[in-house]
């Protein structure tokens, strides 16, 4: 049973574009969802979070927007780069953060140039 | 300041072999997290431990035992390493614990590229 549900499963996006990956999540108790980013051979690494007492959160060109009624939310990257492809992960946790995460299946994002 | 190190990088075995992936955070970290990552599936949870001398199973423990050997190590081990374990293992750490301003960052290592034959 997958918790959180990510697509699409790949993107591709020209340079100075929008790219978008969504996430949906079944577990009304989780309370802490993040993206991380991972470049190949790399491990994970955090991107951005959002607690769910807000709808929006930026930061620079990377906005995540949260639909806590629809269990919902999104990452934004604005004016996508080169240097923005990689793998991009959903999760979310509970207990505010305290827990365990559980990801999505990712999205590999190609920024063509 | 390392992070979180994981060895080996690279790994073959054999259908029945057992092995130990070590993993040692240098962060101060109560929490860390050992997390397998296939192809279109995302990161799933094999073991985590919320604080030196506890562990408790994720989502797919099955074929393995983890020891938190100190707060600085944890360690994952196969008994008898099957095609199916053929995987990139991540582990990873974060402050967890309890405190008002927890920071919930977790900081995974490099992984280690398993192939059971």
């Known amino acids: 049973q997958q918790q959180v549900k990510q697509s699409p499963q790949s993107l591709i996006v020209q340079k100075g574009g929008i790219s978008i990956i969504n996430c949906a999540y079944e577990n009304t108790a989780f309370d802490y969802f993040p993206w991380y980013q991972q470049f190949p051979g790399k491990g994970p690494a955090l991107l951005i979070a959002i607690r769910p007492d807000v709808s929006e959160k930026k930061e620079g060109r990377f906005t995540i927007s949260f639909n806590k009624s629809a269990k919902q939310f999104s990452l934004h990257i604005m004016d996508s780069q080169p240097g923005d492809s990689a793998t991009y992960f959903c999760a979310a946790s509970r207990d505010t953060g305290r827990r365990a995460l559980t990801f999505g299946s990712g999205t590999r994002l190609q920024v063509q140039p | 300041n390392a992070g979180v190190t994981q060895t080996p990088k690279f790994q073959v075995l054999k259908t029945g072999q057992s092995m130990t992936l070590q993993c040692a955070q240098d962060?101060?970290?109560?929490?860390m997290y050992w997390y397998r990552q296939d192809p279109g599936m995302g990161l799933r949870l094999i073991y985590y431990?919320?604080?030196?001398?506890?562990?408790d199973k994720g989502e797919v423990p099955n074929g393995y035992n983890v020891s938190r050997l100190n707060k600085r190590e944890f360690s994952l081990r196969l008994e008898s390493a099957a095609p199916s374990q053929t995987s990139v293992y991540f582990c990873?750490?974060?402050?967890?614990?309890?405190?008002?301003?927890?920071?919930?960052?977790?900081?995974f290592g490099q992984g280690t590229r398993l192939t059971v034959v």
């Open positions: 431990s919320a604080s030196e001398g506890t562990t």
């Open positions: 990873a750490s974060s402050e967890g614990g309890g405190g008002l301003f927890l920071n919930t960052e977790a900081f």
């Open positions: 962060m101060n970290h109560n929490s």
